[in-house]
């Protein structure tokens, strides 16, 4: 059975990033990341690509493109045209879709549970925006704060929601 779980840090505001990059420096929210996706694929959009330094260890990267002539030179990179062909490249397991914004829309509500790091500050500079979630749609199942810290500027909370059942 396929599990599709959307993974990301939003601001109080939903914001995300700004020039493909992101807007704060949680350590331990990165540990938490590699730790849920390492042996996984993790589906993106290209400028999310774009903004890795290099592909990811230990995961399939499965990159989400409108341009047919698009060619990543990695071993671990897939690349597809649309959101469904992305979806149909895992069968059975479990994969993560890891961003942008237009990606994290357009997933909503095709994808089964949400592991949500709610970084608690606003960003106005920002250009990039998680969703806001359809709560008729999602439970909040689990949630665990963090204060802020000499390695963590903001306070933040990781929040796993699931499909409510129908």
């Known amino acids: 059975m396929r599990t599709l779980i959307m993974i990301a840090a939003a601001a109080e505001n939903n914001a995300l990033g700004k020039d493909n990059g992101l807007l704060w420096?949680?350590?331990?929210?990165?540990?938490?990341?590699?730790?849920?996706?390492?042996?996984?694929?993790?589906?993106?959009?290209?400028k999310t690509f774009d903004s890795l330094d290099k592909p990811l260890p230990n995961r399939t990267h499965i990159i989400i493109?409108?341009?047919?002539?698009?060619?990543?030179?990695?071993?671990?990179?897939?690349?597809?045209?649309?959101l469904g062909d992305a979806i149909q490249l895992v069968e059975n397991e479990i994969a993560f879709i890891i961003g942008g914004g237009e990606i994290y829309k357009l997933a909503e509500k095709?994808?089964?549970?949400?592991?949500?790091?709610?970084?608690?500050?606003?960003?106005?500079?920002?250009?990039?925006?998680?969703?806001?979630?359809?709560?008729?749609?999602?439970?909040?199942?689990?949630?665990?704060?963090?204060?802020?810290?000499?390695?963590?500027?903001?306070?933040?909370t990781y929040l796993t929601y699931e499909k409510k059942k129908k």
């Open 25 to 46: 420096h949680l350590p331990d929210d990165f540990k938490r990341f590699k730790k849920l996706t390492s042996g996984h694929k993790i589906i993106m959009g290209r």
């Open 65 to 82: 493109t409108r341009d047919k002539n698009y060619i990543v030179d990695f071993d671990s990179c897939l690349v597809v045209n649309s």
């Open 110 to 156: 095709r994808t089964d549970k949400i592991e949500l790091t709610r970084v608690h500050a606003s960003f106005d500079n920002a250009d990039t925006f998680f969703p806001q979630l359809d709560e008729n749609y999602w439970m909040l199942t689990k949630q665990e704060f963090h204060p802020a810290d000499d390695k963590h500027k903001y306070s933040f």
